[in-house]
């Protein structure tokens, strides 16, 4: 494992030392029996549907990002590059900024973060190197900031207590590079770096990332998490400080070795590894999908090119490791078709993209939906063109 609860790491340049944690949960995935499948039933109490309204002004290409807040659905799309605002019912609300050169306008967005106290949004863009914080109740512009440190980019932030934090990738290879950076909300100053590249993912800083997904994961919590390819420890943004959350243990996880191979490999190459490699080797190396809901936490990791769901009880300490976690509750002859995105106090949120829409209404038409799934009847209505559909499911007690 990277992590130790009583490591101290040698503070280099400006990559500071992280908070230590004493109470670590640590899942030991090689000593848990997989379960051939776990029901959503399990965890959840029965879903309920949120059919996104279709409009011109909300076209939805392909859902990218997506947090709860205020009772609000604020959707991420990288297609049309937008951020859209939808009530819990389905309605749109309102767009977030607008794609363009001019005034308040981004390029191109990557992430997104929300500032609950002044009820300000912060949006990325890694391709102007800036910042647009907007009014989240309006959608009008405030202002924009210019992130420093040309050397490196970042496509991941995360607003926490007043504090601004960036994922970090040097443009060239460094000799002490970081994964973790936080920079002045006003200036864009970059004001620290945490989490040294050599002893969290073996040197590991290149651009193989998470499919789409944002490296801060609860992001709208009391303590927001962070975690990116290769990582095998969760830490939390808590208080400012940066604290060991979860570790999972194994001894497939990707090594020094195999990090040497795909350096080489992607130089000589200039593409990423094969699958074959993933399959050859066996290894263990990411985590994502990272959710926290009431008093266990759910995320998926990969071994080789298979992919695992892990249930985690933060109460009794055990966990439960499936290769299918089956929604029996929305589709119980069916299986899964949607993707768990985030969560709030209460349970989780699950979107299809657009093109499932064909699927939901060919599966409601057949009886393949559960039987008393609301608003059956709003999905046989559904078109090639709609809009995503969300589902959210409430934790039982």
Same mark, same amino acid.
Request: some cysteine.
């Given at each position: ?12 340049? %400006? ?22 499948? !776990? ?14 309204? %279709?409009?011109?002004?909300? !076209?939805?290409?392909?859902? &990218?990002?997506?947090?709860?807040? +205020? ?43 929300? +500032?609950?106290? @002044? ?26 900031? $210019? ?15 007043? @504090? ?7 443009? %060239? ?10 920079? +002045? ?28 997904e944002s490296y801060f994961c609860s992001k709208n919590s009391n303590a927001p998490k962070y975690n ?24 497939? =996880? ?14 000589? /190459? ?5 699958? &074959?490699? =993933?399959?050859?080797?066996? @290894?263990? /190396? ?6 926290? *809901? ?15 769901? $892990?249930?985690?009880?933060?109460? +009794? ?9 089956? &929604?029996?509750? %929305? ?10 995105? *985030? ?31 609301? @608003? ?18 409430? *934790?039982?007690?």
């Amino acid at each position: 494992m990277f992590f130790s609860c009583n490591r101290n790491l040698k503070r280099e340049n %400006t990559i500071l030392p992280i908070a230590e944690n004493k109470n670590v949960y640590i899942v030991d995935i090689d000593s848990i029996p997989k379960e051939k499948d !776990i029901g959503y039933s399990s965890v959840f109490k029965k879903g309920k549907t949120i059919i996104l309204e %279709t409009k011109d002004e909300c !076209i939805i290409g392909r859902i &990218d990002g997506m947090q709860v807040f +205020d009772d609000e659905l604020f959707i991420m799309d990288n297609m049309t590059n937008s951020l859209l605002v939808f009530n819990k019912e389905g309605k749109f609300i309102r767009k977030i900024g607008a794609h363009g050169q001019g005034p308040g306008e981004y390029l191109n967005i990557s992430d997104f973060t929300i +500032d609950p106290l @002044k009820k300000e949004i912060y949006l990325l863009d890694p391709f102007s190197r800036k910042i647009y914080k907007y009014n989240i109740d309006t959608g009008n512009f405030i202002n924009s900031i $210019v992130i420093g440190n040309k050397n490196v980019s970042s496509s991941n932030i995360q607003y926490h207590q007043g @504090k601004l934090f960036l994922d970090a990738r040097p443009f %060239t290879p460094m000799k002490n590079s970081y994964l973790l950076r936080e920079i +002045d909300p006003e200036s864009g100053r970059q004001l620290n770096a945490f989490l040294a590249a050599n002893a969290y993912t073996y040197g590991w800083n290149g651009s193989m990332g998470k499919n789409g997904e944002s490296y801060f994961c609860s992001k709208n919590s009391n303590a927001p998490k962070y975690n990116q390819i290769f990582m095998d420890t969760i830490v939390s943004i808590d208080s400012g400080q940066i604290v060991p959350f979860l570790a999972i243990k194994s001894k497939h =996880w990707t090594d020094s070795k195999d990090i040497d191979y795909i350096k080489n490999y992607m130089n000589e /190459h200039n593409q990423i590894i094969p699958a &074959d490699f =993933w399959n050859q080797k066996n @290894k263990v /190396h990411y985590i994502r999908r990272y959710i926290e *809901c009431k008093n266990w936490i759910h995320f998926e990791y990969i071994q080789g090119t298979n992919q695992y769901t $892990v249930l985690y009880n933060i109460i +009794d300490k055990t966990a439960r490791i499936t290769e299918s976690f089956l &929604d029996d509750l %929305t589709f119980p002859k069916f299986g899964l078709i949607h993707i768990i995105a *985030c969560s709030d106090s209460n349970g989780i949120y699950a979107y299809t993209q657009t093109h499932a829409a064909k699927l939901l209404v060919e599966l409601a038409n057949t009886n393949q939906l559960a039987k008393d799934l609301d @608003k059956r009847d709003e999905l046989m209505k559904l078109s090639e063109d709609s809009n995503p559909v969300v589902f959210y499911y409430e *934790c039982k007690e």
